[in-house]
């Protein structure tokens, strides 16, 4: 790397840190280019020698924000020994992040402050793919010492991933006027409740599935 893209990466870093310390205020009115230039150092129009447009700003700091969660969620992983409880703390830590920092939801996996919806293209958030993989793991973990059908996992993680995402928009959208408090409580309960029945054979208290 020459000199000139060293300069050009270091720039591009300046626009990226400026932009996340706006999305951790949770102030969606200073979310556009002029802000977001401003703090960094340089002109609205500078932006886009950098980025195609504000969206893939706005995705690319809020993916910076997943290396974090990630490494929250391991480390929560870690202490539990059921393979059942590292399962529920991994979409509990997920949970929990969003609803501290709402604008990081809002930003990428609802519609009205950018245009890309939900980041599928595993290049576009590349940080989050990867929490996505490590959470996967557990339930990959589950499948093989329940001796599941493969792609069980998957089918578990299909059921659990859309509720976590689903009550959060709800949520957001204030369609559930829950506190945060009780919102995680029934979080927590729906995962129990899908997941009882490994959990029910881990502790000893069944042997096999109702």
Do not use: W
């Not at 200073?30 to 129009?45: M, V």
């Amino acid at each position: 790397m020459d000199n000139r893209e060293i300069r050009h990466e270091r720039r591009k870093k300046f626009f990226i840190q400026a932009a996340m310390e706006i999305l951790k205020t949770g102030d969606e009115s200073l979310i556009n280019a002029k802000e977001i230039a401003s703090r960094a150092g340089y002109s609205a129009s500078s932006l886009y020698d950098y980025f195609e447009n504000l969206d893939e700003l706005l995705i690319t700091s809020v993916d910076e924000y997943m290396e974090g969660i990630k490494e929250i969620m391991l480390e929560e992983i870690d202490k539990k020994k059921l393979i059942t409880d590292k399962i529920k703390v991994s979409y509990i830590v997920c949970t929990k992040y969003f609803l501290d920092n709402p604008l990081l939801f809002k930003t990428v996996f609802m519609s009205g402050i950018t245009k890309a919806g939900f980041p599928s293209d595993p290049a576009l958030m590349p940080k989050l793919h990867k929490m996505e993989i490590e959470r996967h793991k557990a339930l990959e973990d589950l499948e093989t010492l329940f001796h599941l059908k493969k792609g069980s996992a998957s089918i578990i993680e299909q059921i659990l991933t859309p509720n976590m995402f689903g009550m959060l928009y709800m949520f957001f959208f204030g369609i559930y006027r829950y506190s945060k408090e009780k919102f995680l409580q029934i979080m927590e309960m729906n995962i129990d409740n899908v997941l009882k029945p490994f959990k029910e054979i881990e502790t000893g208290k069944s042997n096999k599935f109702n």
